[in-house]
Nanobody, 127 residues
Framework: QVQLRDSGGGSVMPGGSLKLSCAVS????????MGWFRQAPGKEREVVAI?????????DYADSVKGRFTLSRDTSENVLYLQMNGLIPEDTAMYYC???????????????????WGQGTQVTVSS
């Protein structure tokens, strides 16, 4: 089993920044894809950024956040981070840390493929 504990959400004005954290514990050798999804009210859960640990640490981002968000990992502490800059109201959502084991990269952005989830942390961008 893998446990994920995400934190760091809050309320910011447009153009502001937040940094989310996800503490990963348990049998981390069981996962090779880990990162962040988000879900806004009335919308489906969507991928934000994913780290593929087996592929040399390749990171993929949703087009909507490229250039503004950065996913990183502290391997010594087993913590994932999501640095979010240039936040816009459309970024308002519940953000979830997620992890899973996939045999190919084709489904990297499909929430249904992810087995382990954090409890979520709310991000609100509003003036």
């Amino acid at each position: 089993q893998v446990q994920l504990r995400d934190s760091g959400g809050g309320s910011v004005m447009p153009g502001g920044s937040l940094k989310l954290s996800c503490a990963v514990s348990g049998a981390t050798n069981l996962v090779n894809f880990m990162g962040w999804f988000r879900q806004a009210p009335g919308k489906e859960r969507e991928v934000v950024a994913i780290l593929m640990t087996h592929a040399g640490g390749v990171i993929d981002y949703a087009d909507s956040v490229k250039g503004r968000f950065t996913l990183s990992r502290d391997t010594s502490e087993n913590v994932l981070y999501l640095q979010m800059n240039g936040l816009i109201p459309e970024d308002t959502a519940m953000y979830y840390c997620a992890a899973t084991l996939l045999l190919s990269t084709g489904d990297w952005d499909k929430s249904a493929q992810y087995k382990y989830w954090g409890q979520g942390t709310q991000v609100t961008v509003s003036s």
